[in-house]
């Protein structure tokens, strides 16, 4: 695949995916949705194993590498799921663009990490900023619900940065498409306790656009996304993929005002900008302090001899 449609594939897929979270979960069975999203996508992607003609691997290390996943997989998805009953779809697009502050504070606490630089913390404190500005915007505002939903996607955001260094810390060198597989694996007995254990019906209501938002959540969210992640990451420089975490949550805001009706609150897009800027700031903020010490050290060594 091209590497410029496989970029743009991430950007459409990342930025529909929380919208088409809160459609599948709108009939009020989110454990149900997002349980029959994930085994659907296990199904799907054990048949592409199949027809590749590829074995999963199931040495000890492999089989690390898929418990590592499953926070990240079962934790942050199933808490997501219950949080989109209540917040806006963009919001939850903004919480997740948050995974690379969260990383980078809890490497901190990891041996052999980078530390981080002044551009780092500045982005993490406007990040806790932002965050604080929504906070208080939910107490504000009496919305109990609300807040419990913010301190949910946190936890989920948690939750699925530490899977992802832990998956990497393994260095199991597995393939996108089975280290997916084996991580939906292990994570559906998961899904199944807490369905079972949750009241919801053991037939799992969804609306007429919800069943077409979890086959698109189990096809893209959950498969194609994923697998043109991976391939960008391979063939472009880091700072490039990043951008998308950036442009991806803007995106989100605006389809669900557009497709949605959604409106959030001036202090909630107060927030959200607050924390896309923390972001701009941790990504690029070294890059551009460089930048601008070159091009000043370049003026002094271009500027006349003083007499």
């Known amino acids: 695949m091209p590497t410029g449609l496989a ?4 950007v459409l ?16 069975a989110p454990v149900g949705s997002v349980m029959l999203r994930m085994g659907l996508a296990l199904a799907a992607g054990a048949l592409i194993l199949l027809l590749l003609r590829r074995a999963p ?41 948050m995974a690379p502050l969260i990383s980078g504070l809890i490497l ?3 041996p052999g990490a980078t530390r981080l630089k002044r551009w780092h913390w500045i982005g993490c404190a406007l990040g806790v900023a932002g965050l604080a500005v929504v906070f208080a915007d939910s107490l504000t505002l009496g919305g109990h619900q609300q807040l419990t939903a913010l301190i949910m996607m946190l936890a989920a955001v948690t939750l699925f940065s530490a899977s ?9 060198g597995l ?49 194609i996304g994923f697998l043109c992640y991976y391939l960008i990451l391979s063939r472009l420089h880091a700072a490039t ?29 107060l927030g959200a900008a607050l924390i896309l800027v923390a972001l701009g700031a941790y990504l690029f903020g070294d890059r551009l302090a460089k930048r601008s010490a ?4 370049s003026q002094h060594e271009d500027a006349p001899p003083a007499r």
């Open 108 to 110: 901190q606490a990891l």
């Open 294 to 297: 070159q091009k000043l050290n």
């Open 13 to 28: 897929v990342w930025a529909s995916t929380p919208l088409a979270i809160k459609w599948s979960a709108e009939a009020g």
């Open 57 to 97: 691997r199931l040495d000890r290390k492999a089989l690390t590498s898929y418990a590592a996943a499953v926070p990240g997989v079962f934790g942050a998805m199933a808490l997501s799921y219950h949080a989109s009953q209540f917040l806006p779809s963009g919001m939850l697009s903004v919480m997740f663009g």
């Open 175 to 223: 393939q996108p498409l089975t280290q997916t597989v084996g991580a939906l694996a292990m994570s559906m007995p998961c899904f199944l306790v807490i369905w079972l254990a949750s009241g919801e019906p053991l037939w799992i209501p969804l609306t007429h656009r919800g069943l077409w938002a979890v086959l698109y959540l189990a096809l893209f969210g959950s498969l």
């Open 7 to 10: 970029y743009l594939v991430v």
């Open 241 to 269: 993929v990043a951008l998308v975490t950036l442009i991806t949550p803007i995106l989100a805001m605006t389809l669900g005002m557009l497709l949605n009706q959604e409106s959030p609150s001036l202090s909630m897009l």
């Open 164 to 172: 992802g260094i832990a998956v990497q810390r393994v260095a199991a």
